[in-house]
C-alpha cells in the first residue's frame, strides 16, 4: 500500500502542459493597442536580442518577456527585459542613439 498523501493536489495545469490555454500569454494594453506579453525563461532564451526600450542587448540565457501587438504579424515581435516593459510608459519605446550607435 502507497502512503497517504497530507496535500491535496494543486489545481493547475497537469505537468508538462504547455501554451495559450494554460495562462502563460497575457494582454498589456499600451498607447491604446492591446499587446500579447509572452515570459521566457532563461533556459529558453538562446538568442541575443536588443531591448527597445533601454537599447541595451538581451544576451541568451537571461529571461526576459516578448510582446506583440494582438493585431499584428509575426515581424511585430520585440524582445523586452522584464523591468522595462513595466516602465514602458516611463521611457520611450524608441531611444535617442548617437551617430556611432551600432544598429541592431
Do not use: F
Not at 533556459?43 to 537571461?62: F, M, S, T
Not at 513595466?86 to 520611450?92: E, L, P, Q, Y
Request: charged share 30%; aromatic share 8%; hydrophobic share 30%.
Amino acid at each position: 500500500m502507497s502512503p497517504r498523501r497530507n496535500r491535496p493536489r494543486a489545481a493547475g495545469p497537469p505537468p508538462g502542459a504547455r501554451g495559450a490555454d494554460y495562462g502563460i500569454e497575457r494582454s498589456d494594453l499600451w498607447q491604446g493597442e492591446e499587446w500579447v506579453v509572452r515570459p521566457i525563461t532563461g533556459g529558453a532564451a538562446a538568442k541575443h536580442y536588443r531591448c527597445p526600450g533601454c537599447d541595451q542587448e538581451i544576451p541568451p540565457g537571461v529571461p526576459h518577456v516578448v510582446t506583440w501587438p494582438r493585431a499584428g504579424a509575426v515581424d511585430d515581435r520585440r524582445h523586452w527585459h522584464g523591468p522595462c516593459w513595466n516602465a514602458r510608459d516611463r521611457r520611450g519605446a524608441r531611444p535617442l542613439r548617437s551617430r556611432n550607435a551600432p544598429r541592431y
